[in-house]
């Protein structure tokens, strides 16, 4: 029988929940405790995981138990603060949600904390295990597509909740090549409020090292994607090249034409229950065998955030930004004082109401 892993899941929101009822499910962990500050949050959770130790002192209750796993699902601008706790508790693996961080200077804090604390971590960028998103890459990584020359990524929802995601699969489907410079543009102020502070819509280029151009657009401006109902699933992800193309919907499945497939498609939608379990199995094979690195590792995802970051920097300040970034910046405080007070414009009605505009 193989060793299982201790695992304490803090905060208690929709995604805290997802990964403690995951790691609960998983014969390879033993979830030993779950947080919130929430007591509501705290009781709800019990009620559907059952008898688990719980406490609403995520920092006494966490380095008193000393997990071999520390995850934590907290708002972004959590970020920092729960890394060091994870890092105090003397966690072998921190595995956290995204985005990564709101600025670079957070971001460049929490890599410098890892590498110094030499910790593995992985962020939830979990929707890769959808069979339509490995389809795509499947297609890609096989060379059906001739010589890849673009990666691209569209999003009607707003930017810190999506464009994360839009960038590390793309990054994926580009086997994480570096970028080297990014330009964008930003609109519209009324997300700026939400607890995951946007602007209403944001596009961008990124040039990578290996000549691949990404594009991303991401907001209120974004393309409808009419194929897909569901308004958070709106998302077309995917890579052009010489011979053809291959993409997916994040909710409603893949197509792809390629010179000698033709066009082909098939299904595919983002769903927890399906993703939850090989992002979480993957864990547990990282902690046993450090060859098995784990996917969706801090360093994959690091190079998204880097790119996600740059593109703000340039939405605020013009022109474009050069990677890697060197000097940690505020780059929230830095759209907040230059993306102009106009109302953002929509790509298509349903836009308006989901971005307060009537
Ligand atoms: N990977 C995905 O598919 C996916 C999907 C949805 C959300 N997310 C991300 O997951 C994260 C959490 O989202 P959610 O929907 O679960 O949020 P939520 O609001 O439902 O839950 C957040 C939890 O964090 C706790 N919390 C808030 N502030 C805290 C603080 N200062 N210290 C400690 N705990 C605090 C809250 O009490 C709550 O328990 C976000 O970063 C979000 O972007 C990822």
Redesign the pocket.
């Known amino acids: 029988m193989s060793k299982s892993y201790t695992v304490i899941v ?8 997802h990964h403690a009822t995951f790691f609960k499910a998983n014969p390879r962990f033993e979830l030993i405790g779950i947080s ?3 007591p509501v ?1 705290l009781t709800s959770a019990l009620s559907k995981l059952g008898s688990v130790p719980a406490s609403s002192d ?1 920092r006494s209750f966490a380095l008193s138990a000393n997990p071999d796993l520390f995850c ?7 970020r920092l ?2 890394l060091r706790l994870g890092v105090e508790c003397g966690a072998k693996l921190i595995a956290f ?3 990564m961080a709101l600025t670079s200077a957070e971001l460049f804090a929490m890599r410098d904390l890892i590498r110094q604390a030499g910790v593995k971590a992985v962020v ?4 890769r295990y959808g069979v339509h998103y490995r389809k795509a890459k499947e297609i890609i990584a096989g060379g059906g597509l001739g010589r890849v020359h673009s990666v691209y990524g569209t999003a009607t929802g707003w930017m ?2 999506l464009l994360s ?1 839009l960038i590390d699969y793309t990054c994926w489907f580009n086997n994480y090549g570096t970028a080297t410079w990014v330009m964008a543009q930003a609109a519209g102020r009324a997300k700026f409020t939400d ?2 502070p946007s602007p209403d819509y944001i596009g961008g280029f990124v040039q990578f090292a290996n000549g691949v151009r990404g594009i991303y657009e991401c907001g209120a401006g974004a393309p409808d994607q009419p194929e897909v109902a569901k308004w958070w699933g709106k998302n077309r992800i995917g890579a052009q090249g010489t011979e053809g193309f291959a993409e997916v919907l994040t909710n409603g499945g893949w197509r792809a034409v390629t010179k000698s497939g033709g066009y082909q498609s098939g299904e595919g939608a ?1 769903n ?1 229950e399906l993703d939850m379990p090989p992002y979480i199995q993957e864990m547990a094979d990282w902690l046993d065998d450090n060859t098995k690195v784990h996917p969706c590792n801090f360093d994959h995802s690091y190079t998204g955030a880097e790119i996600m970051l740059a593109l703000q920097r340039s939405a605020a300040e013009g022109g474009q930004v050069a990677l890697p970034l060197t000097a940690g910046a505020d780059e929230q405080a830095m759209l907040r004082l230059k993306v102009p007070d106009r109302p953002v414009l929509v790509s298509f009605e349903q836009n308006k109401m989901e971005f307060g505009l009537g």
Not at 10 to 17: F, H, I, P
């Open positions: 803090a905060g208690m929101g929709k995604r805290g929940l919130s500050r929430d949050r995520t934590f699902c907290t708002p972004p601008n959590v603060e729960m949600e995204k985005p939830s960028h979990q929707h810190t909740h995601h607890n995951h983002m927890y």
